[in-house]
């Protein structure tokens, strides 16, 4: 991956690591799964209306909505509205990259050399020290939550391998129509489960000061994060293979928890430091350039170059 792709990519996970953040602002004010249905509505409407399509098979645009768009949402955000905490989310979510990489060999028989496998491994060490740590404290998450959020990353993964296998001329096109899945099959969901009373209390209360900071966290989760976020996600997994460009996602929660400290309060331990440090190293040995090896000399090419010189 060249360093301009490698710093896209990095932008990408500074984005999604403070998206957790403003998730947690939205989810004080929303019920979760209105909340991911309103979230992908208002990208929707005008992805239909002037967006062009993307140019891919239906069947990749739907893959990647319900992986994307509503798989890891739906339990995202119903395991951050369960208790889980926002930087404890930003790290349990990022088992999509294992995920990911186990899928694509399985699935698109994709090679994963020596040197990518062991980075890989370096990250998830650092990720389960992290993990290992937290759940030893006395704000850990339950067991449920981070089910739920393992389950989030499994649809974060599958939604990757669909648009691995689209390659769209125009990945921003696809990453908006992809929005246009989500919105209808989450409203029929909310509407069952949570119900019109509650939706409606969400939002006829949107001018007190917690609806003013939803509203900005969600601005925030559509813009910055679906739109420029994943545009360019989908954009470098056009690219390259979706082993070299998922481990980047490992980056996130070293952002997630930062974000989380600053914003709530969330305390930051030197030991997560240190295991956030262990899984940049991880994402940067797994995501560098293999040099190529030279090719072999034909028979009689030295005694060539002796009677040349």
Do not use: K
């Not at 389960?128 to 981070?146: N, Q, T």
């Not at 996600?233 to 979706?242: A, E, I, V």
């Not at 929660?253 to 440090?277: D, K, N």
């Amino acid at each position: 991956m060249p360093p301009r792709d490698r710093l896209l990519a990095g932008l990408v996970a500074l984005i999604w690591g403070l998206n957790f953040p403003a998730i947690h602002l939205s989810l004080e004010q929303f019920p979760p799964f209105f909340l991911v249905a309103l979230r992908f509505l208002l990208l929707a409407v005008p992805t239909l209306l002037f967006v062009p399509r993307p140019g891919v098979p239906w069947r990749w645009v739907l893959g990647y909505g319900a992986g994307f768009g509503v798989l890891q949402f739906l339990f995202l955000y119903l395991a951050m509205d369960s208790g889980m905490p926002a930087g404890l989310a930003s790290l349990v979510l990022q088992s999509s990259a294992p995920f990911t990489v186990v899928l694509a060999a399985a699935l698109l028989r994709e090679r994963l050399s020596g040197r990518q496998a062991l980075g890989v491994a370096l990250a998830v060490a650092g990720l389960g020290g992290i993990a290992v740590h937290r759940a030893g404290l006395a704000e850990g998450a339950y067991l449920l939550p981070v089910v739920l959020t393992l389950c989030g990353g499994l649809g974060w993964a599958l939604g990757n391998l669909a648009s691995r296998q689209a390659r769209a001329p125009q990945p921003l096109r696809l990453t908006l129509w992809m929005t246009v899945v989500p919105p209808l099959p989450m409203l029929v969901v909310s509407l069952l489960t949570e119900g019109p009373d509650r939706i409606g209390t969400s939002l006829t209360t949107l001018g007190t000061s917690r609806g003013a900071l939803a509203l900005g966290g969600l601005a925030f989760t559509v813009v910055v994060a679906t739109v420029v976020g994943s545009g360019i996600w989908t954009t470098l997994m056009s690219r390259h293979p979706s082993s070299t460009v998922a481990p980047f996602s490992m980056l996130v929660p070293v952002v997630g928890v930062g974000a989380s400290w600053l914003a709530f309060g969330e305390r930051v331990y030197l030991v997560e430091l240190a295991c956030g440090a262990v899984v940049v190293a991880g994402v940067l040995l797994s995501s560098g350039r293999r040099r190529p090896r030279p090719a072999p000399a034909p028979a009689g090419a030295p005694l060539v170059a002796a009677r040349q010189a």
